[in-house]
């Protein structure tokens, strides 16, 4: 089991090498963003609203094709030849129709969600959204034949180019655009949301000439026995991802229709900017999954890998309430990630840090539902709690503005934790070293409530009082973990 879990920090390592230097280096266009697109114009309420449309419609698209695929492409009576190209070739099947319907409709589709001005970006996003599902089947099978630098290379190769382009768009057009009106006939200084949209494109669409060898086996076509054991499988998949990802852009979506007109945009832009300071957990729970979900597919019949499963979660808990501690106790510092315009929505990234922690522990706790082909389980409780998301958003937006959304999620994300853990127990029960868990939790919410309580006036000694507290939570970890951290020192030396 130790040699598992050392694999599982090798691949998430490798994985997290995309995840988290492309999103740190993404990073940068959020206050690209945040300075050049005004916070009273709306414009980046647009990107936030409009980005929210595409993460529900990949999901929709892609229905739950890449787990499906791990799990048909691991089992030893099939090909998994066959599999890929059988689940790759259906994504593009799909991708491929709502790309025509949203070509032909995307006037009345853009009227509908309030964009009649720009129908372009409905059919820009469109055509990205369907992309990215075709990729998606693409990305799976590297992950599943752990072909990790490859992987790798095309998700940062995406992210250089689109930083790239987004720099000259917003940095080097419009000095451009002045000194060589000439040769920058085609670029409009108030058109900037829309670029966007189009560098996305170019992107993304660059990104599939890097898959022509994976592409070339798609020849075996769809078996349509293996597809029909395949949807069987993958619906409640569809309805479990359809239902997280509404419990995670179902507020940026919703909150145009409650605050209508340009005043939800500003809303929703300045919401959006500060949800970006608190993406630290979602980097790492990303790498953390594209790592584990191959990982425990392909490991389903060791006899310890419920202990594994166990082992796995206590240290997901240590490392992103970690994460979280050191964004809110050196908020001060991340602030300056966004335009000073934007700092009012700050209060909201605790909130949504937490969320994005209990996502991920709902995450490693829906491996006992997946493993024993009863996804539906996850269905319902992701039902549950996109409902509860969804009424708070609908009853308190109104009133408390985005805050009610951060609540809405963690109230959401919170309820599918606890359902699948209660439920697991009776159907699949994993060793979990609860004790710990929420001794973890029940310390690092300690420290950052101590943190607010005990601020002092002095901006110095809030850097120095908050590294203090850091340190506390580092030492009791370190204690508590001392039999696993002296292994590892040992190992160190002796390599060394």
């Not at 799909?94 to 129908?119: D, Q, R």
């Not at 050196?330 to 209990?358: C, H, S």
């Amino acid at each position: 089991m130790a040699n598992s879990l050392k694999k599982l920090a090798g691949q998430t390592a490798i994985y997290g090498l995309s995840s988290i230097i492309g999103r740190f280096l993404n990073y940068m266009l959020v206050p690209l963003y945040t300075y050049k697109i005004a916070a009273s114009s709306g414009g980046y309420g647009i990107v936030t609203n409009i980005y929210a449309y595409t993460a529900l419609l990949l999901v929709l698209l892609t229905f739950g094709m890449e787990t499906t695929f791990f799990y048909f492409a691991n089992r030893e009576e099939i090909d998994s030849r066959k599999a890929f190209s059988t689940a790759t070739n259906a994504v593009g099947f799909v991708s491929l129709l709502f790309w025509l319907i949203c070509m032909v409709f995307g006037k009345p589709i853009a009227n509908f969600l309030h964009y009649e001005n720009h129908p372009e970006f409905i059919r820009i996003m469109a055509t990205v959204v369907s992309l990215d599902a075709f990729q998606a089947i693409l990305f799976a099978r590297l992950r599943n034949e752990n072909r990790a630098l490859k992987f790798v290379t095309l998700k940062l190769s995406f992210i250089v180019f689109n930083i790239a382009l987004n720099l000259f768009i917003f940095l080097v057009a419009p000095g451009l655009h002045q000194s060589h009106p000439a040769i920058m006939g085609w670029y409009d200084p108030s058109y900037q949301v829309g670029y966007v949209f189009i560098v996305n494109l170019i992107c993304t669409a660059g990104v599939t000439f890097g898959f022509i060898p994976e592409i070339k086996g798609l020849r075996l076509g769809i078996d349509r026995g293996l597809l029909k054991e395949m949807l069987k499988y993958t619906w409640p998949l569809l309805l479990l991802g359809l239902i997280g990802i509404l419990n995670q852009v179902a507020d940026k979506i919703c909150y145009k229709f409650i605050v209508p007109g340009q005043e939800g945009e500003v809303q929703l832009g300045i919401y959006g900017a500060c949800v970006k300071i608190a993406m630290i957990i979602a980097i790492f729970t990303q790498a953390f999954r594209y790592a584990y979900e191959p990982f425990v597919f392909g490991g389903q019949r060791d006899k310890n890998s419920k202990e594994m499963q166990a082992d796995v979660m206590k240290y997901y808990v240590i490392f992103t309430l970690m994460a979280f501690l050191i964004v809110v106790l050196y908020i001060d510092i991340f602030k300056f990630i966004i335009q000073r315009n934007y700092w009012e929505g700050l209060r909201t990234v605790p909130i949504v840090m937490m969320a994005e922690i209990f996502m991920g522990v709902y995450f490693n706790l829906s491996f006992w539902y997946k493993l024993n082909k009863q996804t539906w389980w996850g269905a319902i409780f992701s039902a549950i709690g996109c409902a509860v998301m969804l009424a708070i958003n609908f009853i308190f937006v109104p009133k408390y503005g985005y805050m009610a959304c951060a609540w809405g999620g963690l109230a959401g994300y919170g309820i599918c934790m606890v359902l699948s853990y209660i439920v697991g127990r009776v159907k699949s029960p994993i060793p979990y070293n609860m004790g710990a868990i929420f001794g973890y939790f029940a310390l690092a919410l300690l420290l950052y409530y101590f943190s607010i309580l005990f601020r002092p006036h002095q901006q110095g000694w809030v850097f120095v009082v908050n590294t203090l507290l850091l340190l506390v939570y580092v030492g009791v970890v370190v204690y508590n973990e001392r039999e696993l951290v002296l292994k590892a020192i040992g190992k160190a030396r002796v390599r060394s």
